[in-house]
Nanobody, 124 residues
């Protein structure tokens, strides 16, 4: 069982930055692929970014490419999402998720472990 706790959300003006953190429990953190997803009111949960267990492979949604960076520190059991040049349309609840390396990486249905989410609000 993996438990995930996100932190770092908040209110920021457009053009600003935030860094989200996710601290999974468990001793096998480095064996899990980690992902960040988000859900805006009235919309489905959507993929934001994912990173392999070693941190060597990352991928991003087109909407955040070039602005967001996913990273992980396996020694600290933490995964990060650095968000720069934030836009009002980035406003959503952001979720950290974990899965084994097998299967699709951007489909939320393939991630069995989820945090409770952290709110990110970007004002115009």
């Amino acid at each position: 069982q993996v438990q995930l706790v996100e932190s770092g959300g908040g209110l920021v003006q457009a053009g600003g930055s935030l860094r989200l953190s996710c601290a999974p429990s468990g001793r096998t953190f480095s064996s899990y692929r980690m992902g960040w997803f988000r859900q805006a009111p009235g919309k489905e949960r959507e993929f934001v970014a994912t990173i392999s267990g070693s941190g060597g492979v990352t991928s991003y949604a087109d909407s955040v490419k070039g602005r967001f960076t996913i990273s992980r520190d396996n020694a600290k059991n933490t995964v990060y999402l650095q968000m720069n040049s934030l836009k009002p349309e980035d406003t959503a609840v952001y979720y950290c998720a974990a899965k084994t390396p097998i299967g699709a990486t951007s489909d939320p249905a393939t991630y069995p472990y989820w945090g409770q989410g952290t709110q990110v609000t970007v004002s115009p």
